[in-house]
């Protein structure tokens, strides 16, 4: 007997068995076993069990769901995917920012949805989007190449610098060389602050000593902060001397300039990380061998994707860390926008920061969205066209 026999014929005796006097059960027991083959005692369990609720009738265990509103999902699905995926932390410290720019881009929500949104927890954001959440797993190749000339004379960083105040910078450069190296090809440049985040790129054709000290001076001219450290890996493009007579001949404030240990990407680690969230996810891992495609991108990094990372992407930034017998316990700060920590700062003058307020003001995430996927849209076009021409 197969087993959706069984189940039938437990289900059309099961309601005589109970019913029936103790010599009658005995008798239809002894058949039970007899034509389905089971033991004695295990028969028994299953006559005397319960039957099954009907499963279309069945409600969902525990308290009701708060967030089921479509509406509300709508909206936070938007926010999501505007702000590139972000990690359910971030997402939630970035809602009460951006709401009230989706209501001016969208349609105004009700008092109660709002509420709801604002108060929603990262967990309940990571169970919401778990349908549509959308994982990248990618490598890239490195593309370090060692400066030997002057590593006696940068010294490498062994104390931490001073992370509470504005101006201590890593750098580091990122290669659009797709899966080859060899050639010439796009670089991007990095600067992250690492007291505020403040993050800037730049693109430079073949990462020369030159070019990039051009860039360097072009990103200091846009910083609402002056640079006052600056920590780089061993490559060649920053170990020259032309970066370091522009850091250290200065006569009124000199720029700490050091470097990394070699193979340790851990000592620039806050530069690291943005070369995955600020580069990455924006270009991929296109070979852009183009030499116009470097205003382009410096079109791009220096206006929308500069003001969208810097004003509306909160970041995390690690409070304490101890250790516990093998493990290490990690607590970090409620995410906060770059801006959101400059305007907190004590060492940005009351003039700058209003000047960063002005700015803020005049910003929609959205709009600035829009107008990243059109000069990205721009940018990929350019790159095809030699494909599209033959």
């Given amino acids: 007997m197969v ?16 019913k029936a006097y103790k010599k009658a059960k005995s008798s239809i027991l002894h058949e039970f076993c007899i034509n389905c083959g089971y033991n ?35 909206a936070l699905k938007h926010i999501w995917f505007a702000t590139d995926q972000m990690c359910s932390k971030k997402l939630q410290a970035v809602i009460p920012l951006w709401l009230p720019f989706y209501e001016e881009q969208f349609n105004p929500l009700p008092d109660d949805l709002k509420a709801k949104l604002l108060k929603v927890s990262p967990s309940s954001i990571d169970r919401l989007l778990k349908p549509v959440r959308i994982r990248y797993k990618t490598k890239g190749l490195c593309g370090t190449k060692p400066g030997t000339l002057l590593k006696n004379q940068i010294p490498i960083k062994t104390n931490p610098w001073n992370t509470t105040k504005p101006g ?29 985040a403040w993050t800037e790129n730049r693109a430079v054709w073949n990462k020369g000593a030159q070019g990039v000290l051009n860039q360097i001076q072009d990103i200091e001219k846009d910083l609402p902060f002056s640079i006052l450290g600056f920590n780089c890996d061993n490559g060649s493009e920053f170990l020259n001397y032309h970066l370091l007579r522009y850091f250290t001949n200065r006569p009124h404030s000199p720029v700490s300039f050091t470097r990394t240990r070699p193979y340790k990407k851990n000592d620039n680690a806050h530069v690291e990380q943005k070369n995955w969230s600020h580069v990455r996810q924006l270009l991929g891992y296109e070979r852009f061998d183009q030499p116009e495609l470097v205003q382009l991108i410096n079109a791009l990094y220096k206006n929308e994707w500069s003001l969208y990372n ?17 493990k290490y316990i990690k607590k970090y700060e409620y995410p ?47 790159l095809r066209l030699p494909a599209n021409d033959s």
């Fill in 3 to 18: 087993m959706k026999s069984r189940r039938d014929y437990l289900k059309a005796i099961r309601l005589r068995y109970l």
């Fill in 40 to 74: 004695r005692k295990y028969a028994i369990r299953l006559l005397n069990k319960k039957p099954p609720q009907d499963t279309s009738a069945r409600t969902k265990p525990g308290p009701k769901s708060v967030y089921h509103d479509s509406i509300l999902l709508k």
């Fill in 168 to 196: 201590f910078f890593e750098a580091d450069t990122v290669a659009h060389c797709g899966n080859s190296l060899s050639g010439d090809f796009v670089w991007s440049l990095t600067f992250t602050d690492i007291s505020s």
């Fill in 310 to 326: 810097n004003y509306f992407c909160p970041t995390l930034k690690l409070k304490e860390k101890t250790r516990k017998n093998s």
């Fill in 336 to 382: 906060k926008t770059p801006y959101q920590r400059l305007m907190d700062s004590e060492h940005i003058s009351q003039e700058q920061k209003d000047k960063l307020n002005k700015t803020f003001q005049s910003l929609n995430p959205f709009k600035l969205k829009k107008s990243i996927e059109s000069k990205l849209k721009i940018i990929f076009n350019t």
